[in-house]
């Protein structure tokens, strides 16, 4: 029982690792690095504005996760004030999400609740089995095979809340490619590109999303 689960829940992460190689870490080491002209907290005021937004209220906090809804978005200090093409990116894709929670709000919070429970699922259940081990209620076999399998289901529901936010992706990514929302058409499609990529990043459970490449936010 033990190893079945074991095997069932790490199949769908390795091929999520496997994934977010392909399609993310592969851009972000293309062009991710390179400095733009405009900072993150520019760049999401410029999608909010673009799509008749600017009352949507931003914020700069220091957040383990960041908060978004139909009328808010706050962006961590490295998202706001960075000129690194990811970071900016990253920005102006939450800011996407926040267009896109104005239209489908519960839609959106369905992603929001699955990048978090990926984070504090499996490492509640870790702890738990840590303990089960220790006191003998259960062998270690059948205690990583519950990780893994906690693992494998926090990985499914990243898949299926994942076209949430390449909706968001895309609609930020159209408004680059039909728009002057940076100053150089270079950095606009790298830019682009960048928040394309960017929702392949969080297929891993944030948990252990560090592994093998950069780590989910």
Same mark, same amino acid.
């Given at each position: ?71 808010? +978005?706050? !962006? $961590? ?5 960075? %000129?690194?093409?990811? *970071?900016? #990116?990253? &920005? /102006? @894709?939450? =800011? ?54 906690? +693992?494998? !289901? $926090? ?5 299926? %809340?994942?076209?949430? *936010?390449? #909706?968001? &992706? /895309? @609609?930020? =990514? ?44």
């Amino acid at each position: 029982m033990g190893k079945l689960l074991l095997l069932s829940g790490l199949i769908p992460v390795f091929l999520s690792f496997l994934v977010r190689k392909l399609l993310y870490e592969r851009v972000v080491k293309n062009e991710g690095e390179e400095s733009v002209a405009l900072s993150g907290e520019e760049f999401a005021r410029a999608v909010l504005k673009k799509a008749k937004a600017d009352s949507i209220e931003l914020t700069i906090k220091k957040l383990s996760f960041t908060k978004l809804g139909p009328n808010h +978005l706050t !962006l $961590s200090p490295d998202q706001a004030f960075s %000129t690194q093409a990811e *970071e900016v #990116a990253e &920005a /102006g @894709l939450l =800011a996407g999400m926040v267009l896109l929670a104005r239209q489908q709000e519960k839609v959106v919070g369905w992603r929001t609740w699955a990048l978090k429970f990926s984070w504090a699922m499996p490492s509640f259940t870790t702890v738990v089995m840590a303990f089960a081990m220790v006191i003998g209620k259960l062998s270690v076999s059948l205690s990583l095979g519950v990780v893994a399998a906690v +693992l494998g !289901l $926090s990985t499914l529901l990243l898949w299926l %809340t994942l076209p949430v *936010e390449r #909706a968001a &992706a /895309g @609609l930020v =990514a159209e408004m680059l490619e039909d728009s002057a929302l940076v100053p150089r058409r270079s950095e606009s499609e790298r830019l682009a590109s960048l928040v394309r990529a960017m929702p392949w990043r969080k297929i891993i459970p944030g948990s252990i999303a560090w592994i093998g490449g950069r780590s989910s936010r």
